[in-house]
T-cell receptor, first 110, second 119 residues
Framework: AQRVTQPEKLLSVFKGAPVELKCNYS??????LFWYVQYSRQRLQLLLR??SRESIKGFTADLNKGETSFHLKKPFAQEEDSAMYYC????????????FGGGTRLMVKP | DAGVIQSPRHEVTEMGQEVTLRCKPI?????LFWYRQTMMRGLELLIY????????DSGMPEDRFSAKMPNASFSTLKIQPSEPRDSAVYFC?????????????????FGPGTRLTVL
């Protein structure tokens, strides 16, 4: 069975500090991984996906198959990054179904 | 485009009552998902439709829950009878669906959610 673990429910940093939101997964097949974000009073939305290898709003995430991790990183946090972040895994043989982690609330203090 | 539309946004009901949540996916999307979000269990997939057909309902908690998708533009999630432990935020999401080529076709677009409180 697949599982996504986000060990931190809350992460609080100061503006300008580096941020790393941790995500670990378990899945025997070839996973596709995503980060979704929910800003205050907004809908849950896709932030980035591992296959695109892109940087969105300064965030990057690298898939590490050896450590089964997909941590989200940003070198300098901004106050507008405060939000709820969810790591999600899509099974390769199950349509587009996602398994979500428990989420991490990021608070960036001024 | 208004995106995924859900109604009602808030629902307060008493234990034992029937509750119906509604969802209108983005036009042209072939996949539809219902999720439940609680503090204890996070975001859980309840059921997944593709081309109006239920593909996976293994996340539906019990027989009190049922979901339908009579056409490509409408889906319902029904709880009968409702219980206090059903209190949660229920999200609907849609995507272009499997089989569609191109990056981003699997991106799920979420509705605003329905906050259900069962007293």
């Amino acid at each position: 069975a697949q599982r996504v673990t986000q060990p931190e429910k809350l992460l609080s940093v100061f503006k300008g500090a580096p941020v790393e939101l941790k995500c670990n997964y378990s899945y025997s097949g070839s996973p596709e991984l995503f980060w979704y974000v929910q800003y205050s009073r907004q809908r849950l939305q896709l932030l980035l996906r591992h296959i695109s290898r892109e940087s969105i709003k300064g965030f990057t995430a690298d898939l590490n198959k050896g450590e089964t991790s997909f941590h989200l990183k940003k070198p300098f946090a901004q106050e507008e990054d405060s939000a709820m972040y969810y790591c999600a895994l899509m099974r390769g043989n199950a349509g587009n179904m996602l398994t979500f982690g428990g989420g991490t609330r990021l608070m960036v203090k001024p | 485009d208004a995106g995924v539309i859900q109604s009602p946004r808030h629902e307060v009901t008493e234990m034992g009552q029937e509750v119906t949540l509604r969802c209108k996916p983005i036009s042209g999307h072939n996949s539809l998902f219902w999720y439940r979000q609680t503090m204890m269990r996070g975001l859980e997939l309840l059921i997944y439709f593709n081309n109006n057909v239920p593909i996976d309902d293994s996340g539906m908690p019990e027989d009190r829950f049922s979901a339908k998708m009579p056409n490509a533009s409408f889906s319902t999630l029904k709880i009968q009878p409702s219980e206090p432990r059903d209190s949660a935020v229920y999200f609907c999401a849609s995507s272009l669906g499997p089989g569609e080529s191109g990056v981003g076709t699997d991106t799920q677009y979420f509705g605003p959610g329905t906050r259900l409180t069962v007293l």
